[in-house]
């Protein structure tokens, strides 16, 4: 949803990387990334044909996983945006490759007359944004030091397609490098290799139906985040300042009536101690115990939505007279 663009780079050059595989073998040569025939027989089509078809499946699977990753800039800059980036991104890359391949040979005296084929430079230079305007969120940690994050699946997919040839390298190091030099405000290069305002409003009305996609209807809205991770905190964060102001109302109504200091842990024990027969002895007696109250089913399927079972969340409304607000404050702490 909101990322077309992204749709179409994921489907189109796949759908034609597979065929190429297999059904039209003898067409791949016209896909080949010869930079020797570019230098020397002037083939400047091979620019084009040989830097948007992946010729290697293996490439292909990885570059499509990282377009999929990268759909977030699309939906963050606009369609228009994006794709300025990617031409800007994928016409430097190009020079760059030709520096590269120069400075190699003059360097280090190896001959280079091709490069792995595809969408490349412009996915590689994707990790330039990526890497300073999406916010790194831990998820969890490996053996208790290593940290993983909303990032490292796709750091993990960069450094397999890195490893997928032999001088990729260069490919990567050219994307690298021209993501940069985009996204430099010093440079202005943004501000010269942009797509026309005319030209994508063409592709707004002819293909934008075709690759739009209806925006899912099973979730709440919300502010639309980087990532799910993201998406995921701003849940929690805005919960926690309506549990925060219940939470304060609650207390300042309690002091009212006894004129005291509330604890929580008495009021509200913690569940993995409700069913602990050391625990029952501080129990009050069941006289003096007021009969249940009704719980709504409504709030027990919200409190189960946010992953706590159901016993739990009979026990937490049951315990905050059916406040949806303080029984997950409640959860949330025990």
Not at 48 to 63: A, H, N, P, Q, Y
Not at 254 to 277: E, S, T, V
Request: proline letters at 4%.
């Amino acid at each position: 949803d909101k990322a077309p663009l992204s749709k179409s780079l994921l489907l189109v050059p796949s759908a034609i990387s597979i065929l190429l595989t297999l059904l039209f073998q003898h067409y791949q040569k016209f896909f080949a990334y010869n930079l020797q025939a570019v230098k020397e027989d002037f083939q400047i089509w091979r620019l084009v044909c040989g830097r948007t078809i992946c010729l290697d499946l293996k490439d292909t699977f990885c570059s499509s996983l990282l377009i999929y990753n990268f759909r977030i800039f699309e939906r963050r800059y606009g369609s228009r945006k994006f794709s300025s980036f990617l031409l800007g991104a994928w016409m430097l890359s190009a020079l760059f490759d030709l520096l590269l391949v120069e400075i190699t040979q003059y360097i280090f005296g190896i001959t280079i007359n091709s490069l792995p084929s595809g969408f490349l430079g412009p996915v590689f230079a994707l990790f330039v944004p990526f890497y300073f305007s999406i916010p790194r969120v831990q998820v969890t940690q490996v053996l208790g030091h290593f940290s993983i994050t909303n990032k490292s699946l796709v750091y993990i997919l960069g450094l397999q397609l890195l490893t997928s040839g032999s001088y990729i390298w260069i490919l990567a190091l050219s994307g690298l490098i021209s993501g940069i030099c985009y996204n430099s405000s010093l440079l202005k290069v943004h501000r010269i290799l942009c797509v026309p305002r005319w030209v994508a409003k063409i592709f707004s009305w002819t293909l934008e139906p075709v690759f739009s996609s209806a925006e899912p209807t099973n979730e709440v809205r919300v502010g639309m985040g980087a990532t799910v991770d993201i998406q995921r905190q701003q849940r929690m964060e805005l919960l926690d300042r309506q549990i925060m102001m219940s939470q304060v109302a609650q207390m300042r109504r309690q002091r009212q009536q006894q004129g005291g200091m509330i604890n929580w842990n008495r009021l509200f024990p913690p569940l993995r101690h409700r069913h602990n027969a050391n625990y029952q002895d501080h129990h009050p007696s069941e006289q003096g115990i007021p009969p249940p109250t009704e719980v709504s089913e409504e709030q027990v399927a919200r409190l189960m939505e946010m992953g706590f079972s159901r016993g739990d969340a009979l026990e937490a409304l049951r315990a905050s007279n059916n406040d949806l607000n303080v029984a997950t404050n409640f959860l949330l702490q025990h």
